[in-house]
């Protein structure tokens, strides 16, 4: 199945709370735009996010880190599409770096949240076929 991948780099601005930390719902604003794209690729239509049913934050994320958010769809129903998310940091400030700009491509992404749910897409909004 296919994947889509999208890289944002976090802003201060994205930062919720002290140190530049951000709120881990923006990871899950970012698996909605996965499963909108998703979606408009298997269906020609952005479709309606049901429910997820697991989401699980596994490392802090920072204003000024790299974020690649993952996704695919893992089961077609009729009008249901379950996916599969998982977003990683790639980038991250470097705080001994010696200047409060020096960052560092990660040597292995680190998983910051992985998370599964339910789309779907009204049969008479279908178009095109399954993304093999």
């Known amino acids: 199945m296919e994947e889509v991948l999208i890289r944002l780099r976090m802003s201060e601005h994205d930062a919720?709370?002290?140190g530049g930390l951000v709120n881990g719902s923006h990871m899950l604003?970012?698996?909605g735009d996965v499963a909108t794209e998703l979606l408009i690729r298997s269906?020609?239509?952005e479709g309606?996010?049901?429910a997820y049913d697991n989401v699980e934050f596994k490392a802090p994320v920072y204003a000024g880190d790299f974020i690649e958010a993952r996704g695919k769809i893992v089961?077609?129903?009729n009008t249901s599409r379950r996916m599969e998310f998982v977003a990683t940091k790639v980038i991250a400030l470097d705080p001994n770096g010696?200047?409060?700009?020096s960052a560092s491509v990660l040597p292995e992404p680190i998983v910051v949240c992985i998370a599964s749910g339910t789309?779907?897409?009204p049969k008479e909004k279908q178009?095109?076929?399954k993304i093999e």
């Open 16 to 18: 919720h709370y002290a």
């Open 29 to 31: 604003d970012l698996f």
């Open 43 to 45: 269906d020609g239509d």
């Open 48 to 50: 309606l996010f049901v």
């Open 75 to 77: 089961k077609f129903g």
């Open 98 to 101: 010696g200047h409060d700009s």
């Open 119 to 121: 789309c779907m897409v």
């Open 127 to 129: 178009r095109g076929g």
